[in-house]
């Protein structure tokens, strides 16, 4: 068991992406499936994660003047149905509240008792239920902006769920806000698509693709919707956050009317943006290998694991004692972003292999082994996850110590240069719909999810060409950069009218 | 509007208690009603205080070895009646998920739709859905003790509601441990009651006492409640952190067996244990006076408001710069307890009178006027929320800067010797029944919620003179001290019979 022929995680990302996820998802400890249908567990080493991207988020979210509160988790039925298309957009995955107690029915098992008179639904997202409150909030444009972030739980009824990519229940945060002028709310929509932007890029080191959502994948009642756009390692985009141009159609259906500074009575202007424990499944999905997981160091709930080597209970105090003075001595230094570095001693008395194989699968950026020969030369022997699990290097302990802050730092800007490197190195001008077309489909029909990449590609912005382009090849447009025209105008790929520039095609989660 | 003659919350304490706390969390803007019956909204002021209270017993849990996880909102009715006295003590106040979508109805109206199979209840704590899932993590005792923590929302369905201490949805944080044998669960069960103990004294400043529940008033399902009591303003008694020790009960419905080191097959013994936005409401009836809230230090949104006076933009801007100045200075100190002091410069164009109102209101421990004349004599003019609101003393610049932290410091700990001395104030040793009663009888029907306190009498242990103790006073024994026998031995209040020493009894929340 402690040693590892070949690698860690079966099958590898090339033998089947959809498997080696779930694999790496569960040898890594993040998360796995629940009893309730459709919702997962988010374990100790994946909550902790999460813990950290709502530290790194939140903290951007408030300095750029947000502030956290919190509304219901249930919507009355009514609320929902007040945007017409937002009700359209969620009215097939609700989990609808209709009773309130349970009772002892006819053969002694309990049933749902009480019956509501309007049925509630478990918040999929909150514009409506929140856009009520603000009418009550504003009166005046002296009260505008409003500007608050929500952290809590969402459902979405889904059938088919992976986790953290599709789940019934998810966690994230939502920011709503209400602004005097379309102006403002404009120039929200776009300072927290740029905080997204900054934290997934420099906080969970994948690069994105930033743009407008066409008019077809928008989020249900919006006027627009920005987005970032990531590449996973099977080349399939994973949309990575969204921020919402709502205009005044949830100021409309719920009434958010504030006087102006001319007296008249006005319709604020309103956005709202989220991001969720689908970044996990992203940080997952972009720096993983066949050994398991690789932790952002930035993120990781953890960057150093000391791992002691023993072999009598003599040998493992004098070791553990050793062990947590190097602990220590890291604790007390600060990493390159700011705060501590965070050190785990691992004492159990297990398989030293074993043991370190399961540091390299939860992804820690640093292995530390110590044993009897490393105290006496007063040295430690290192492994980097960045590096192949069979490599490690021995430095004097504080020669060792010294290097660290420098090591995580390298090591975050690393996984962040290769993955820009894989998203660049694959992504392809293409202007013939036979080479379109031949992009997407997969090579080799054993490993279907295996494929081309981002096709950059000409589009008229038609409804119907886009669907078309999608067609059975479930390719979708990713978004359309603020910069498009800079690749100059050509032809549509579908049916060959004026384009003002390329755009991202790719399959997606 | 400026000038407030008298108190700023009306109905005073004396007046209406009950009133008094509704207008007191409105006018601190911490929380209020929602348009969905039974839930609030917590306003960002509200949530601030909340995410220190967070903050503060998250690393307290943390350094006990407790990490954070995540399991579903939704637990499968099968699973809630898996413990026969625990769905007994939730049933009547279910939220019963039914259906997952909506679709429209005959009059075109949408109509829940996609009937489960089995009901969903939104949980009303977490015991049964993660005693299932701890029985497929745990196959031995290397597997124990599991000590996990979550934070997250519940929901009891409550027809009368009352912000912060009685509503349908809640937030809070549920521990569920499970261990080896009996001795290291009841370790567990104690060692957190002594954390909430530590945090509600220390951090909230509210005094507590602690102790065990009488049998009929333990958790659903206990076989031993831990708890703490606070004592109000109004001298009702309210719990403001229960450790249950659930002995093999929840083991044994959910089937957590381990194998021992002996080879045999045992129930885990088990744990749970929690603290809620509840807490928010004992901070208020424990410190806030007739003019709103006051803000324990420790835990403020923010310790510091400075509030620049100007009458013109040429003024503004100067009195702004140098109270900039002034913050930045006070961001660099320490706290007694560690973390920066937090504070906010408060630059609204609005009556300097009105503005200083809010703060007090909303009970932030310091208040710093700087205007052009303060400025000139480089002082500042300090109010502090522990004295009367029209007090203010006037303080050189950098002597006021220096002072800051010891004055939160004194603050804090003036704020708990007033509770404590409250609550030591309020309790009486009595013995004779008809002094019992005309204890917990207003004496003024005008106004019925001001009363005794807690009356320590004794108790023969047995249930039917609980009840008939508690009879039509709504009076109940909050809990039974450890150190009860220190009192020494007496009659029952109720019947005469042997009581090895005193509880104490008190109306409650």
Chains 1, 2 share one sequence.
Not at 326 to 348: P, Q, Y
Request: glycine share 10%; charged share 25%; hydrophobic share 40%.
């Amino acid at each position: 068991m402690a040693k590892i022929k070949g690698n860690a995680i079966s099958p590898t990302r090339r033998e089947d992406y959809a498997e080696w996820y779930q694999q790496v998802v569960k040898a890594a400890e993040l998360a796995e499936i629940s009893p309730v249908r459709g919702c997962m567990i988010i374990k100790p080493w994946g909550y902790a994660f999460w813990e950290n991207i709502q530290k790194g988020l939140d903290a951007l979210l408030k300095a750029a003047g947000h502030a956290n509160a919190y509304f219901p988790l249930f919507i009355p039925k009514s609320y929902l149905e007040k945007e017409a298309e937002h009700v359209q957009g969620f009215a097939k995955e609700c989990a609808v509240v209709t009773h309130h107690r349970l009772e002892a029915g006819p053969d002694g098992s309990l049933v749902p008792a009480g019956e509501l008179e309007e049925p509630l639904i478990v918040r999929p997202t909150s514009e409506t239920i929140i856009g009520a409150v603000y009418a009550k909030w504003v009166q005046s444009y002296r009260d505008l902006p409003i500007l608050l972030n929500q952290w809590g739980n969402v459902v979405r009824w889904e059938l088919r769920t992976r986790l953290f990519l599709r789940t019934s229940e998810f966690l994230w945060q939502e920011g709503h806000t209400a602004h005097e002028t379309s102006e403002e709310a404009w120039e929200e929509t776009r300072r927290v698509l740029e905080i997204y932007r900054d934290f997934v890029e420099n906080s969970l080191a994948i690069p994105v693709i930033a743009g407008a959502k066409t008019p077809g994948q928008r989020f249900p009642g919006a006027v627009e919707t920005l987005c970032i756009e990531a590449m996973m390692q099977d080349c399939k985009a994973l949309q990575a956050g969204t921020s919402h141009f709502m205009g005044q159609n949830f100021a409309r259906a719920s009434g958010i009317i504030y006087q102006s500074r001319e007296g008249r009575e006005e319709h604020a202007w309103t956005t709202s943006w989220g991001a969720s424990t689908r970044l996990i499944g992203g940080a997952v999905m972009t720096h993983a290998d066949d050994d398991g997981m690789v932790m952002p160091p930035r993120l990781a709930p953890a960057q150093v694991a000391i791992l002691p080597i023993f072999r009598d209970p003599a040998g493992r105090r004098a070791v553990l004692g050793h062990a947590e003075g190097v602990a220590a001595a890291l604790r007390r230094l600060d990493t390159a972003w700011g705060g501590k570095i965070e050190v785990v001693v691992d004492s159990r008395e297990m398989n030293a292999g074993e043991k370190g194989w399961e540091w390299i699968k939860k992804g820690i950026p640093l292995r530390v082994e110590i044993g009897p020969r490393d105290m006496e030369s007063d040295s430690v022997s290192v492994g980097r996850r960045d590096r192949s699990p069979r490599e490690k290097y021995s430095l004097g302990r504080e020669d060792f110590i010294a290097s660290v802050p420098g090591v995580l730092r390298e090591m975050q800007d690393g996984l962040f240069a290769r993955a820009r490197a894989f998203l660049e190195g694959h992504c392809r001008e293409i202007d013939d719909p036979e080479e379109f077309r031949g992009y997407f489909t997969p090579k080799d029909p054993e490993k279907p999810e295996i494929h081309g990449g981002f096709a950059w590609s000409h589009w008229c912005g038609g409804r119907e060409c886009e669907d078309r382009a999608a067609g059975d090849l479930s390719v979708t447009i990713r978004c359309l950069p603020p910069d498009r025209e800079k690749s100059g105008p050509g032809k549509c790929i579908v049916c060959g009218g004026e384009s003002p520039g390329r755009v991202p095609f790719a399959k997606s989660y």
